[in-house]
């Protein structure tokens, strides 16, 4: 008697919708994710505002800028101009009026310092004569009794051949408009003044001119 073939096993297929469908993962987190929108692109002008800020809130907009600026202190002594080693970007700046003065205007000259950490910040409320002298804007500046008075110089470089008479006009206007309002100086400091704890004042910046110390 002969024994029976054994039959091979069938292979069962599973149905179509059974098979785990392949995912292309990449394509899949990107349809899930919400569409993004790139941040809008600030203007040069937005930010040489928001790094200003961060010295003094006060300002509100810039007027004017000169894209190199040094400044000079006046000797008494030796009657010539004394480099200070600052220099950079200058700009003329609005602020916002004091609490209770909304009247009354606020403007300075802020040359942000590209040689070191002190900056240069002339209230123009304080400065009791400007002029345009050749190449410099020069600044008198009001002291204490007693004090001979300070004066300032701050040279242009001419990247354009009206870029320092441009200036010097929006300066000059700036400074009439605080004069007449009488508006008082008063001390501020933002964020980047605070972490650098102390500021260069114009008291220091004659003094290192005429060699008799550093701000630290």
Same mark, same amino acid.
């Given at each position: 008697?002969?024994?029976?073939?054994? @039959?091979?096993? !069938?292979?069962?297929?599973?149905?179509?919708?059974?098979?785990?469908?392949?995912?292309?993962?990449?394509?899949?987190?990107?349809?899930?994710?919400?569409?993004?929108?790139?941040?809008?692109?600030?203007?040069?002008?937005?930010?040489?505002?928001?790094?200003?800020? @961060?010295?003094?809130?006060?300002? #509100? #907009?810039?007027?004017?800028?000169?894209?190199?600026?040094?400044?000079?202190?006046? #000797?008494?002594?030796?009657?010539?101009?004394?480099?200070?080693?600052?220099? /950079?970007?200058?700009?003329?700046?609005?602020?916002?009026?004091?609490?209770?003065?909304?009247?009354?205007?606020?403007?300075? $000259?802020?040359?942000?310092?590209?040689?070191?950490?002190?900056? $240069?910040?002339?209230?123009?409320?304080?400065? #009791?004569?400007?002029?345009?002298? /050749?190449?410099?804007?020069?600044?008198?500046?009001?002291?204490?009794?007693?004090?001979?008075?300070?004066?300032?110089? $701050?040279?242009?470089?001419?990247?354009?051949?009206?870029?320092?008479?441009?200036?010097?006009?929006?300066?000059?206007?700036?400074? @009439?408009?605080?004069?007449?309002?009488?508006?008082?100086?008063?001390?501020?400091?933002?964020?980047?003044?605070?972490?650098?704890?102390?500021?260069?004042?114009?008291?220091?910046?004659?003094? !290192?001119?005429?060699?008799?110390?550093?701000?630290?």
């Amino acid at each position: 008697m002969s024994r029976a073939t054994p @039959r091979k096993p !069938r292979h069962t297929r599973q149905p179509s919708n059974r098979i785990p469908a392949i995912s292309d993962y990449e394509s899949d987190a990107v349809a899930m994710q919400p569409a993004y929108e790139p941040p809008p692109l600030r203007t040069n002008t937005e930010l040489n505002l928001s790094v200003l800020q @961060r010295y003094l809130p006060s300002i #509100s #907009s810039i007027l004017s800028i000169a894209a190199n600026a040094v400044i000079y202190t006046f #000797s008494h002594a030796t009657q010539e101009w004394d480099k200070t080693g600052v220099e /950079g970007t200058m700009f003329v700046s609005a602020q916002l009026p004091l609490p209770g003065e909304e009247q009354r205007p606020r403007a300075c $000259v802020f040359v942000l310092n590209r040689r070191g950490l002190d900056n $240069v910040i002339v209230d123009l409320a304080t400065v #009791s004569h400007a002029v345009l002298d /050749g190449e410099l804007i020069i600044f008198k500046l009001e002291g204490q009794r007693g004090e001979e008075e300070k004066v300032l110089g $701050v040279w242009i470089h001419n990247d354009r051949d009206d870029t320092r008479d441009a200036n010097w006009t929006v300066i000059e206007e700036s400074w @009439r408009a605080t004069r007449a309002a009488g508006t008082v100086e008063q001390p501020e400091a933002g964020p980047a003044m605070q972490a650098m704890g102390r500021t260069l004042t114009l008291s220091d910046l004659f003094a !290192r001119a005429n060699g008799q110390g550093t701000a630290n």
